[in-house]
């Protein structure tokens, strides 16, 4: 079952990766992600890891901050 939270995570991702211009296939390999894996990260099926998130965020040249949701 997917959480919201990693579902918001996963667009917010995804948004990230198409403002950066960038393949999914390509994030993760510059992640080093399984592309799979990565699939799976945007669509909120798994918990991603705090590594995994600084990663993407490194990759993506963005804040950490910009690929989560806010909590009211």
Same mark, same amino acid.
């Given at each position: ?5 990693? +579902? ?5 991702? !995804?948004?990230? *990766?198409?403002?950066? =211009? &960038?393949?999914?296939? $390509? @994030?993760?390999?510059?992640?080093? +992600? ?5 699939? !799976?990260?945007? *669509?909120?099926?798994? =918990? &991603?890891?705090?590594? $995994? @998130? ?19």
């Amino acid at each position: 079952m997917n959480s919201s939270l990693s +579902i918001e995570i996963g667009k917010r991702i !995804r948004e990230q *990766r198409r403002l950066a =211009n &960038i393949s999914q296939e $390509k @994030l993760a390999l510059k992640a080093e +992600i399984d592309r799979s894996y990565m699939g !799976r990260i945007e *669509r909120g099926e798994v =918990n &991603i890891t705090v590594d $995994k @998130l600084y990663q993407i965020g490194a990759v993506l040249e963005c804040k950490v901050s910009d690929l989560l949701p806010e909590i009211n």
